[in-house]
């Protein structure tokens, strides 16, 4: 008798009962239905974990590129420009100088509603490496700087009401790469920069709008030029770094009182740096970043505290960077963006958080910038504009930062 052994039992074939292939079909059939289940449900998670892979991509490049977008270029591509903020929310673009035109009189103005351009009065002087401020009156003033021949000691105001330019009284040193400040009582403060035979100035000016004067105040103990200046809670004035002594970027820090017209030395930077950026913090510190030194552009940046007059190291920036620019954006938070430094700087951003003390990567700028402007627009949004990129192509096309677009990274 011949037999199948299953589980050491001998069972003979013709004893089956007849309803053996009916009970095996069931099972078969509900072992099927179960596998397939089972395939189905995997194939099914497969499926949406792989699309939900592809779609978080898609957004995190769809947010990337929406953080920055381009609006209205400008009329001249410019390079060493400056910029600021009307009370009419409009941005006035004064000066710097392109390779074709060279260095510029033109002035523009940025419409945020339209998202365009359009040239305003043009200044009555061309200038680069000069200072703009506003006055409490909303008057702009342009400060010195470097034109077509030469160094001059022109200053002139921009009056927004009739969008022209006039001529104001002389400094007493023309100068470029100087600092301007508005002080408590409405006067205007200048500091340092260079003279026509590039000796570095330690020499400072005060502003009277009341009658278009410049009166010269306490000197600096050392000159120094493309250094940054903040106006502390307390009403001095804080000098920051630069180029000066030693032959190169000098650590060095002093402090303008207005109501002496006497400058003290502070605390020293640990890292000596120019072409830094310098940014007064919501809670009155000061942060500076990047900077260029005696080995190339730096990542490194510091705090400074009125209370206790020293500067202490903060967390480094991702890249290094010099002549970047940074803005103090309505959430306490600070805008880096782009300048020299690795290949990869040119057109990245980061953001500093003062309470946690940590950079993060705010995506990329569609141009590679440096020499550039940043301005704070009344919604909050930053409009970048102009700049150049290996020093010889110059930019005319704007960019807008809108913090309120999340980011992942």
């Keep these: 008798m011949s037999c199948h052994v299953t589980c050491n039992e001998c ?8 309803n053996w292939w009916h009970h095996r079909s069931i099972k078969i059939i ?8 089972i395939s189905t449900v995997c194939i099914t998670l497969f499926w949406k974990f792989n699309n939900s892979q592809r779609e978080t991509s898609t957004i995190i490049r769809t947010i990337e590129k929406s953080r920055w977008s381009l609006t209205g270029s400008m009329r001249y591509a410019r390079g060493g420009h400056n910029a600021i903020l009307l009370h009419n929310k409009k941005v006035l673009v004064t000066g710097g100088a392109n390779r074709n035109d060279g260095i510029l009189k033109s002035a523009e103005l940025y419409d945020a ?7 305003t009065g043009t200044m009555v002087n061309s200038r680069i490496g000069h200072a703009v401020i506003m006055l409490n009156n909303k008057t702009v003033l342009a400060v010195s700087g470097d034109n077509d021949s030469g160094m001059t000691t022109s200053t002139e105001l921009y009056d927004p009401f009739t969008e022209t330019w006039t001529p104001t009284g002389d400094v007493h040193f023309g100068r470029n790469g100087h600092t301007a400040s508005l002080l408590a009582d409405g006067k ?4 340092g920069g260079f003279d026509e035979s590039y000796n570095r100035l330690k020499s400072a000016e005060i502003y009277d709008p009341t009658t278009g004067v410049w009166t010269i105040t306490g000197s600096m103990s050392n000159g120094r030029d493309y250094h940054q200046a903040c106006v502390l809670g307390s009403g001095k004035v804080l000098v920051i770094g630069g180029n000066g002594p030693p032959p190169n970027a000098t650590n060095t820090c002093e402090l303008y009182d207005p109501l002496t017209g006497k400058w003290a030395s502070t605390g020293s930077l640990n890292i000596a740096r120019v072409f830094h950026t310098a ?11 990047g900077g260029w030194t005696i080995g190339g552009s730096q990542s490194c940046a510091e ?37 020299f430094g690795n290949p990869s700087t040119g057109n990245s951003t980061e953001l500093y958080d003062p309470l946690e003390e940590t950079w993060t990567f ?3 700028m569609n141009y590679t910038r440096e020499y550039h402007t940043a301005t704070l627009l009344e919604d909050g949004k930053v409009l970048v504009a102009g700049g150049s990129y290996q020093t010889t192509h110059f930019l005319n096309s704007a960019e807008i930062y809108d913090p309120s677009k999340y980011f992942l990274y």
């Excluded at 509900?30 to 289940?37: E, I, R, S």
């Excluded at 940014?279 to 970043?289: A, D, F, I, P, Y």
């Design 279 to 289: 940014t007064l913090l919501l809670n009155g510190k000061v942060l500076v970043s």
């Design 303 to 339: 705090l400074y505290d009125p209370l206790t007059e020293k500067w202490t190291m903060t967390r480094n920036m991702s890249s290094p960077r010099s002549s970047h620019r940074a803005v103090l954006l309505q959430d306490g938070k600070v805008l880096v963006s782009g300048g």
């Design 188 to 191: 205007i403060l200048i500091v």
């Design 30 to 37: 509900g072992f099927a239905f179960t596998l397939l289940t």
């Design 113 to 119: 509603l339209s998202k365009s351009w359009e040239l």
């Design 362 to 364: 705010a995506g990329r």
């Design 11 to 18: 069972i003979p074939l013709n004893n089956k009962p007849k």
